[in-house]
T-cell receptor, first 117, second 112 residues
Framework: GAVVSQHPSWVICKSGTSVKIECRSL??????MFWYRQFPKQSLMLMAT?????????EQGVEKDKFLINHASLTLSTLTVTSAHPEDSSFYIC?????????????FGPGTRLTVT | DQQVKQNSPSLSVQEGRISILNCDYT??????FLWYKKYPAEGPTFLIS?????DKNEDGRFTVFLNKSAKHLSLHIVPSQPGDSAVYFC???????????FGTGTQLKVEL
């Protein structure tokens, strides 16, 4: 149980275009999902908290107009990188929050490699 | 401001021996700590966690120790196996919250 998928697993796009990444919880419902990015050999940095039915909460320094998050259902959150630039090239990982009894736990998707040329 | 630090970027251990991965934190509000294993181009996989009310938690070959006064935790893997080779991240969350702050990771290599 607690499987999270991401689509696509990798994507190459041209500078100036927009890219949408999907995050799905396959066997559970998640009112809260998180979006992270990871640069090579660096830590996972939390970008935003995605809440079903409400606006996402962005971490300091993350441009909300550039990284659009939509959490339209209890099993799907999307991250759209708008007007992508080469510096947006990164590994994007989502996680979904689920109640494990004593505590909520995050289950992570496999990640999406974005390359902007 | 890196609130969770893993000062060893890499560690090499022989198969069958113990692997000890260390993690330090600065935020005294953190009360829940987790260890994740990550392969390249994949998402992190949860390994083991510990609440601040405990100083040790064990699950099979994995044991996490927490020293609150030193703001230090460690993950012990014994015996180490080649399949344990991966990047290990420690993470922490603060009282009542679900947001995780990750460390910088330690690349573990278990050699035959």
């Amino acid at each position: 149980g607690a499987v999270v998928s991401q689509h696509p697993s990798w994507v190459i796009c041209k500078s100036g275009t927009s890219v949408k990444i999907e995050c799905r919880s396959l066997d559970f419902q998640a009112t809260t999902m998180f979006w992270y990015r990871q640069f090579p050999k660096q830590s996972l940095m939390l970008m935003a908290t995605s809440n079903e039915g409400s606006k996402a909460t962005y971490e300091q320094g993350v441009e909300k107009d550039k990284f659009l998050i939509n959490h339209a259902s209890l099993t799907l959150s999307t991250l759209t990188v708008t007007s992508a630039h080469p510096e947006d090239s990164s590994f994007y990982i989502c996680s979904a929050l689920t109640d494990r009894g004593m505590r909520y736990e995050q289950y992570f998707g496999p990640g999406t490699r974005l390359t902007v040329t | 401001d890196q609130q969770v630090k893993q000062n060893s970027p890499s560690l090499s251990v022989q198969e069958g021996r113990i692997s000890i991965l260390n993690c330090d934190y600065t935020n005294s509000m953190f009360d829940y700590f987790l260890w994740y294993k990550k392969y390249p181009a994949e998402g992190p996989t949860f390994l083991i966690s510990i609440s601040s009310i405990k100083d040790k938690n064990e699950d099979g070959r994995f044991t996490v120790f927490l020293n609150k006064s030193a703001k230090h935790l460690s993950l012990h893997i014994v015996p180490s196996q080649p399949g344990d080779s991966a990047v290990y991240f420690c993470a922490a969350s603060a009282l009542g919250g679900n947001k995780l702050t990750f460390g910088t990771g330690t690349q573990l290599k278990v050699e035959l």
